[in-house]
């Protein structure tokens, strides 16, 4: 497997680069992460599959 890497961004990082009229704050954070190892990769994107599994059981209409 190449080795590679993985950017990861927030929904706020996300709204910040495609809205025009919100004012800039700078450079959005971003995590660039080593893919080839998974371990680093899962402990970054538990916080953010948690919280997503979290919004789904708290959504009535699923």
Known sequence: ????????TTDADVHSMTDPNRPSEGRPAMQQLNITDPL????????????LELAVRDHRSI
Do not use: T
């Open 40 to 51: 680093v990769v899962d402990e970054a994107l538990a916080p953010n599959l948690e919280a």
């Open 1 to 8: 497997m190449r080795a590679g890497r993985l950017d990861l």
